[in-house]
């Protein structure tokens, strides 16, 4: 069965930095890229960046740029997302999700990692 | 950055056909990808590529997209269509989402 399972919610201080992880099982790892998404309690959808575990060339939200890094662990599948200075407004859900390609949409989900962030 | 448009809300009765539009400027040029999401649940991709069902999405979805508007219809909808949907594309390495819209099945 093909799952990103996703690391356990967190409750972070403003200012603090966090690491996301995202591991994926069930197909080739290095076969499809890796996105992060986040959506903050009651809003929408917001892309945050990708990475192609064959080469890790990265993307970024220009808006997040400088905020976030997307890396990858080849060896054991896993995806991480990491948040720098986070502030209040981080606060939300955050999923990891695969696509085949570059333009493919984004057909496998994790489950969402809750991170909150409050002083 | 490139900007897509939905309404907040659409409302349907069951059995009847549901339309979600998605505006963008010249989306037709664009792929459009659609998701639903339901309640405390992850997004799920419904339609990719404008108008391709992944496996296991129901034929009652269906998809177009020209011009300034791409569309999600749902077909004979039922009372379990209810939930957040999304329109997404790439511009061109960058993911843009739709701000959503809830279908409400009344």
């Known amino acids: 069965e093909v799952q990103l399972v996703q690391s356990g919610g967190a409750v972070k201080k403003p200012g603090e930095s966090l690491r996301i992880s995202c591991q994926a099982s069930g197909y080739t790892f290095t076969d499809y890229w890796i996105n992060w998404v986040r959506q903050v309690p009651g809003k929408g959808l917001e892309w945050m960046g990708r990475i192609d575990p064959r080469n890790t060339f990265t993307a970024y939200n220009p808006s997040l740029e400088g905020h976030i890094t997307v890396s990858i662990d080849e060896s054991s599948g896993t995806a991480y997302l990491q948040l720098r200075s986070l502030k209040a407004s981080d606060t939300a859900i955050y999923y990891c999700?695969?696509?085949?390609?570059?333009?493919?949409?984004?057909?496998?989900w994790g489950r969402g990692t809750v991170v909150t962030v409050s002083s | 950055s490139y900007v897509l448009t939905q309404p907040p809300s659409v409302s349907v009765a069951p059995g009847k056909t549901a339309r979600i539009p998605c505006g963008g400027d010249?989306?037709?040029?664009?792929?459009v990808h659609w998701y639903q999401q339901r309640p405390g649940q992850a997004p799920l991709l419904v339609l990719s590529y404008d108008d391709h069902r992944p496996s296991g999405i129901p034929g009652r979805f269906s998809g177009s997209n020209s011009g300034n508007t791409a569309t999600l219809t749902i077909s004979r909808v039922e009372v379990g269509d209810e939930a957040d949907y999304y329109c997404?594309?790439?511009?061109?390495?960058?993911?843009?989402f739709g701000g959503g819209t809830k279908l409400t099945v009344l």
């Open positions: 997404q594309l790439w511009d061109p390495a960058s993911g843009v």
């Open positions: 010249n989306i037709g040029s664009h792929h």
């Open positions: 999700a695969r696509q085949r390609n570059g333009f493919d949409g984004l057909d496998v």
